[in-house]
């Protein structure tokens, strides 16, 4: 999966990229359709310790899903945010499957009524 991380209002050492990289693509074992990942990471202005902010949007197959956590480190929030796109994903996932039963049941059903 191509991944594109971007740094607002700092500069992202190569330690936390990959730390990110190695977090979302183990979303990968979860759904393998993924396309890409867009990764914003920011800096917010504010006195609060919890000023990191880490945003993930992932392109799947006719969908997008988005998540953003705001903690005290970007590992941290990185980690609460890829949980996040793993239940989505899960549920993704269970539509899927619920539209695809649905719709061989569909197909299935005329061809009873034949009978």
């Known amino acids: 999966m191509k991944i594109t ?13 990959d730390f990110i990289q190695r977090k979302v693509d183990k979303l990968e074992t979860f759904y393998d359709h993924i396309i890409s990942g867009e990764v914003y990471l920011k800096l917010e202005n504010v006195k609060d310790e919890a000023n990191k902010i880490t945003e993930i949007k992932l392109t799947l197959p006719g969908n997008q899903i988005f998540a953003k956590e705001k903690c005290k480190t970007f590992e941290e929030a990185t980690d609460l945010v890829v949980e996040g796109l793993r239940q989505q994903i899960e549920k993704h ?17 005329p061809a009873e009524d034949d009978f």
Do not use: G, P, W, Y
Not at 93 to 109: F, G, H, Q, Y
């Open 93 to 109: 996932k269970t539509k899927k499957a619920i539209a695809a039963e649905a719709a061989k049941k569909a197909v299935l059903l």
């Open 5 to 17: 991380v971007q740094s607002i209002h700092f500069t992202a050492d190569q330690k936390l990229l």
